[in-house]
T-cell receptor, first 113, second 113 residues
Framework: KNEVEQSPQNLTAQEGEFITINCSYS?????LHWLQQHPGGGIVSLFMLSSGKKKHGRLIATINIQEKHSSLHITASHPRDSAVYICAVRSDDVETSGSRLTFGEGTQLTVNP | ETGVTQTPRHLVMGMTNKKSLKCEQHLGHNAMYWYKQSAKKPLELMFVYNFKEQTENNSVPSRFSPECPNSSHLFLHLHTLQPEDSALYLC????????????FGPGTRLTVT
């Protein structure tokens, strides 16, 4: 079982729909990142959060530390939102006394016009 | 345009070749990263440099050799690679360590024949 699980793996929506992508993790974390990867590989950091909720335009990210769960919401979805959305968690590595970043497998979102 | 550039964008090399990937960031950041993204697998963090010092090496085989001459440049030297090393190699930078938001380059698509 991966330490970071995303659901769904694939999501197809119609333009205008409200979209939710989920991320669950099994380790204690100090921060959680949401990333967007477009075809061709380029990755953009969308959010970094450690508590509560953040909003940027049509994107909203929430995190519940007690439940070890985060959600990424997209309101009024558009075909240009089609991309892979990746969740990553930063946790402390007890063995090395450092920190590490663990990634989910990503959610492929396709928004049809 | 994220302020992080990578060259080349595509590379095909034989198993006996030696090549280098280059990354440059124009953001004034102090930390730089190499990631590997294989098909249908999560992103894997390979190396972390903070203020030119390597702070993380996630059990990467020695056929991958990083070099960070200054905070703006990062190289990944490749030699005697295997076909399973074919992947997208992404560079990123951040203001500080893994807690800070990362900015990604477009990646180098590497094919080992």
């Amino acid at each position: 079982k991966n330490e970071v699980e995303q659901s769904p793996q694939n999501l197809t929506a119609q333009e205008g729909e409200f979209i939710t992508i989920n991320c669950s993790y099994s380790v204690g974390i100090s921060a959680l990142h949401w990333l967007q990867q477009h075809p061709g590989g380029g990755i953009v950091s969308l959010f970094m959060l450690s508590s509560g909720k953040k909003k940027h335009g049509r994107l909203i990210a929430t995190i519940n530390i007690q439940e070890k769960h985060s959600s990424l919401h997209i309101t009024a979805s558009h075909p240009r939102d089609s991309a892979v959305y990746i969740c990553a968690v930063r946790s402390d590595d007890v063995e090395t006394s450092g920190s590490r970043l663990t990634f989910g497998e990503g959610t492929q979102l396709t928004v049809n016009p | 345009e994220t302020g992080v550039t990578q060259t080349p964008r595509h590379l095909v090399m034989g198993m006996t070749n030696k090549k280098s990937l280059k990354c440059e960031q124009h953001l004034g950041h102090n930390a730089m990263y190499w990631y590997k993204q294989s098909a249908k697998k999560p992103l894997e963090l390979m190396f972390v440099y903070n203020f030119k010092e390597q702070t993380e090496n996630n059990s990467v085989p020695s056929r991958f050799s990083p070099e960070c001459p200054n905070s703006s440049h990062l190289f990944l030297h490749l030699h005697t690679l295997q076909p399973e090393d074919s992947a997208l190699y992404l560079c990123a930078s951040s203001q500080g360590d893994l807690y800070y938001e990362q900015y990604f380059g477009p990646g180098t698509r590497l094919t080992v024949t």
